[in-house]
């Protein structure tokens, strides 16, 4: 079962850190802003970064506009796409950006913090992040040590390699590119933190509302824009991805995404992964969780072992279509550890 366990992990860094397989090869890293995510405009001053496939970003991120500065909303999986969003915002306003939140601790919604920190933009998150940033992320980000080895390694690699092997050769150049941005991020810590319930902030004349609900990770913030009435959910909400659920409670994060929906059941959404959503697809992706716990419920009632729960339960059609279909034994893994008590989020 260790083997097991250590292999899912390993697993959910690689879906964290395969996001950078496609850089270019063979030149300096050049990226690029459209390479890395799209920029959505939700409402009046209120952006979506919707992070691309095979770019720099891996999470979403976004920014709110107001009469006196911008708030960001997470800080992407590397500080070369933070760059890229703080550029893309002096081309909406000349406003300065004046706080930024990270909605959760995984690495890929903080790990541009670095950029802000050097900025001193106040860093807003719930406490738990503080706590987690620069301990639990070292799960998706190794020591620079372990990363520098990887590189020599590579390197050695690919120096060894002929050049009529040019598939090899783009894989090893690929793999340098990816550990060369890794090196560059340097685990920062939020700010300022809050510990549960509402944190009204303001941009002038705009209000920007908080609030703390449990679930993803147990230090989860939902940024809502009244307004303009929108909900940036951070991980707390999935348009049609299979969610990683390493660090959930399901029997936490239901009843909260109940809350959410009544509360916000005609604003718009944007998810910590997937396009901007409205009420209906945030219901969706609830239901998803519901529907995972009831089949691994009745796994657990039947006897089955985790393992054989993983071989028997089959994704139901209608999230067949959903992104991150790599999660789908993981997640059946992580329900059933938490509907057993044995589940360890740390």
């Known amino acids: 079962m260790r083997k097991a366990t250590t292999l899912r992990k390993i697993g959910l860094m690689l879906t964290v850190i395969g996001v950078l397989g496609a850089i270019s090869v063979g030149q300096p890293v050049r990226p ?4 890395d995510f799209q920029l959505v405009k939700v ?4 952006y979506a970064a919707i992070a691309k496939a095979g770019g720099l970003a891996s999470g979403n991120a976004g920014f709110i506009v107001g009469d006196s500065g911008v708030l960001v909303v997470d800080t992407f999986f590397t500080p070369i796409a933070a760059e890229e969003l703080i550029a893309e915002i002096g081309k909406v306003t000349a406003q300065p950006v004046k706080y930024a939140v990270n909605t959760h601790y995984h690495l890929d919604h903080t790990g541009g913090n670095q950029v802000f ?30 990363l520098q ?18 598939d090899k050769r783009t894989q090893l150049e690929r793999q340098l590119s990816r550990l060369d941005v890794m090196l560059s991020i340097k685990l920062t810590n939020p700010s300022v933190t809050f510990n549960s319930g509402v944190l009204h902030l303001y941009l002038g004349n705009r209000e920007v509302v908080l609030i703390t609900l449990p679930g993803h990770t147990g230090g989860d913030t939902l940024v809502y824009v009244p307004d303009a009435d929108v909900v940036f959910t951070g ?6 991805t299979l969610p990683n659920l390493v660090d959930a409670t399901v029997n936490d994060w239901i009843p909260s995404l ?15 992964h997937g396009e901007v959503a409205g009420a209906a697809e945030m219901r969706e992706f609830r239901d998803y969780l519901d529907d995972l716990r009831s089949r691994v419920k009745q796994a657990i009632a039947d006897g089955l072992t985790i393992e054989q729960a993983k071989q028997q339960l089959k994704l ?4 067949k279509g959903f992104a991150f279909q790599n999660f789908a034994q993981p997640n059946i893994e992580d329900m059933y550890k938490e509907l057993k008590g044995v589940k360890q989020t740390g």
């Open 117 to 146: 920190a050097a900025r001193n933009v106040p860093i807003i998150a719930q406490e738990n992040v503080l706590k987690w940033q620069t301990t639990k992320n070292r799960r998706f980000l190794p020591a620079d040590e372990e």
């Open 43 to 46: 409402a009046d001053g209120v």
């Open 235 to 240: 991980d707390m909400g999935w348009a049609k």
């Open 149 to 166: 080895k990887r590189r020599a390694d590579a390197a050695k690699q690919l120096a060894e390699t002929p050049g009529d092997q040019k």
């Open 316 to 319: 139901p059609e209608k999230y």
């Open 258 to 272: 109940d809350k959410m929906l009544s509360r916000h059941g005609a604003s718009k959404f944007v998810p910590g």
């Open 32 to 35: 690029k802003a459209e390479d």
